[in-house]
């Protein structure tokens, strides 16, 4: 199967699982609901905080503490129920979509001819069929909503922070360019090697489909071992390019998190100088400090969804290869009905080679007619042609040079299910 160069826009390819997204809208409106809902309850949260310490705890009005505690736990329900029925929605959402992007896969891959296996194994397409729309469905029931909804965070976040403090939020602003950074150039990184990730993965499991289906021939020449060491240096390939990506990763989320909370501790030292100043109250800073910690780890949140966005985009692409890829034995377009009378079939100067192995001709300037109700016997020793004669009649292949009639008419005109 050729290989496709990876996108230059990082997660372009999820975009193509729109027409399977598009299927369920009224469930992706109501899943974007509730996690717009979980989202507001958990940024409500730290203003019922500052209420609870300026209005309660300072004032020392027990009904203010009592009202402000049953806010809180109003709030907590809230989000409770809202975070559930997202996450049966999106779960949902995502075992769908997988369950109906492996069936499109499947029923395309089953209208291949069999000249596509000849240079595709099977193995490749059973991995992509597998491992790949796994990996999509991590994103589609997982990743993309706890992406969305600490997106919702960090932007709901920052807009409370500025609310809160202005002076404070300006030095984290000034920090977030800092962060941002080793985002863009790590995901970069983590998706070229998820993709040779799975592709080490697809060559594995090929090899291992191949020699299955090949043991009688493995085990009369003794090859066991051989071939059990064969599989298992590919595994260890796979295995060390998958901890290379797990490497560039955990890189990633380590600097993530020390430049953010460094900077977080650097911005609340900064606001306890502000209360001992008089500038703010206790309660705002309590709410500056739950904001600061809520935005900080949606930013974390978001880069390790960003990683999973990445790897999908490279499984997705791999499985728009299979989606995109034609049959080399194109459908006759013209409806043309074999005539039910004739002068049976006729090779006229055939001449084919496997795409497999293209410089042996299977087949070189064979003519033959076989006349209706005549019987015609083939001998010939293994690999003379005796088969492909039939695969070619069938239409599996069609032939390099000359033609093949049924009563007069070319077998590439007659719609295949007809013709078989």
């Known amino acids: 199967m050729p290989d496709v160069a990876p996108s230059t826009a990082h997660i372009s390819p999820l975009f193509a699982l729109l027409p399977f997204l598009r299927r369920y809208a009224g469930r992706w409106a109501l899943a974007f609901m509730a ?6 309850a958990t940024l ?3 203003v019922t905080f500052k209420y609870l310490i300026d209005h309660g705890f300072a004032g020392g009005n027990r009904a203010h503490i009592d009202r402000y505690f049953l806010a809180l736990f109003a709030v907590s329900l809230v989000l409770a129920g809202a975070t559930a029925l ?24 089953l209208g291949m001819s069999p000249q596509f296996f000849e240079t ?3 193995g490749e397409v059973l ?3 597998t491992t790949d729309t796994t990996l999509i469905q991590t994103v589609v029931g997982t990743s993309l909503s706890m992406g969305l909804r600490n997106f919702f965070l960090l932007t709901g976040g920052v807009a409370m922070l500025v609310v809160t403090s202005p ?60 071939e059990a060491q064969r599989f298992a240096g590919m595994v260890e390939t796979a295995f060390e390019t998958a901890l290379t990506r797990i490497r560039a990763r955990a890189w990633l989320t380590v600097v993530v998190i020390v430049l953010v909370f460094a900077a977080v501790v650097f911005v609340l030292w900064l606001g306890a100088q502000a209360v001992l100043a008089g500038h703010m109250t206790a309660g705002q800073l309590s709410q ?5 910690v809520v935005t900080a780890g949606a930013v974390g949140a978001v880069a390790e969804v960003w990683g999973d966005l990445q790897r999908a985009a490279g499984a997705t692409e791999r499985l728009l290869q299979l989606l995109a890829a034609r049959s080399p034995v194109a459908q006759a377009e013209a409806a043309v009905r074999l005539p039910t009378h004739g002068d049976g079939i006729r090779f006229d100067n055939v001449g084919f080679s496997y795409p497999s192995r ?3 001709a299977a087949l070189s300037d064979l003519s033959l007619d076989i006349r209706p109700g005549e019987h015609v016997a083939l001998v010939g020793p293994s690999g003379a042609g005796k088969t492909t004669l039939f695969q070619l009649l069938l239409r599996f292949y069609d032939p390099q040079a000359g033609s093949i009639l049924i009563n007069g008419v070319p077998t590439r005109h007659v719609p295949l299910a007809e013709l078989r």
Do not use: C
């Open 44 to 46: 409500a949260l730290p």
């Open 127 to 129: 991995s992509r069929l």
């Open 35 to 40: 996690l717009v809902t979980s989202a507001g």
């Open 358 to 360: 293209p410089g042996i």
């Open 288 to 292: 500056f400090i739950l904001y600061a």
């Open 167 to 226: 002076v404070l939020s300006g030095y984290i602003m000034a920090t977030l360019v800092v962060v941002i950074a080793p985002i863009v150039i790590f995901g970069r990184r983590v998706r070229r090697l998820s993709r040779a990730s799975q592709d080490k993965v697809a060559n594995a499991s090929a090899l291992a489909g191949e020699v299955l289906n090949a043991m009688p021939t493995v085990q009369s020449f003794s090859q066991e071992p051989r």
């Open 86 to 109: 997202r996450f049966y929605l999106v779960s949902w959402l995502g075992e769908r979509v997988t369950a109906d992007l492996r069936k499109a896969v499947y029923e395309h891959v």
């Open 120 to 122: 595709t194994q099977s």
